[in-house]
């Protein structure tokens, strides 16, 4: 009654923004993604009779702000008159601080609950769970390129490419590892109901999402990198629009982008885009991974670099 699941957090390069159906988390918009490899959080699950009330360890702490959540998905996946759960997660990354911790930790959730439940579902049906929780996680059950789309009453999430197909580099510049002053839930709906861009954001995904698969699929990295930044840039505008209005960046987060415009002016090839927080991440090709790092360290007030390459889903370790 007992098992261990690791995932990777992923980077959306088509932005998710908005929920169409907020009681089942379902998204208002499709999105593109790329799974990590080296950043990931191991989630353990222990199924226990003696239990009253479900448990949640966080990086070696109680965690009970987290715990309303986590209880929630144990119930979706197992049933709400299941055992009571015992859940450590431990991640190699900040969390809540805009690097996609909720997508990989509860990407590991749904895996290991399934299995220490005895419960064997498909990838798909995993992915459906897992985005109940995180309308980001259900990407993190595929690996390389993932594609998130709207399909009727639920969603349909696949892999575009493989990552070993084209394999870029992600670099995260950590502008801070504070808790984000506003979650993503809260802020979306403030710009669902007050930004003046939040219909024309919807109206423009379908185009923007045509776009990356297209450059993903032919592995056009210029196209690619165009569409990535111009979608991420539009999100902000969202967000920043909305009243009151959000806003994640800091100084380090605009200084990254100058460093990123420079490095672009000097022919190197990368772009940047940023979630929901004040990390920038910029994607490169590998030859070019040295400059990226050194640009990034060297700018004023981030305080760590990030390197990672593109992954595979969520699984048990070990098989347990």
Partial sequence: MRATARAQPNIALIKYWGKRDSDRNLPAVGSISVTLDELYTTMHVELDGALDLDELRVNGRSSPSLLPRVTGCLDNVLGADRMRGRVISESNFPIAAGLASSASSFAALVVAASAAGGRERTTDELAALAG????????????????LRNDGDGIDVRTILDGEAWPLRVIAAVTSTMPKPVGSGEAMEASRKTSPFYSRWIEEQDMDLSTARDAITVRDFGKLASIAEHNCLKMHSVMWASRPPVVYWNAATLACLERVRELQADGVSAFFTIDAGPQVKVVCVPGEEPQVVEALSSTPGVESVLVSGIGAGAALVNGH
């Fill in 132 to 147: 109940q929780a995180s309308g980001s996680a259900a990407r993190s059950l595929h690996g390389g390129f993932v594609e």
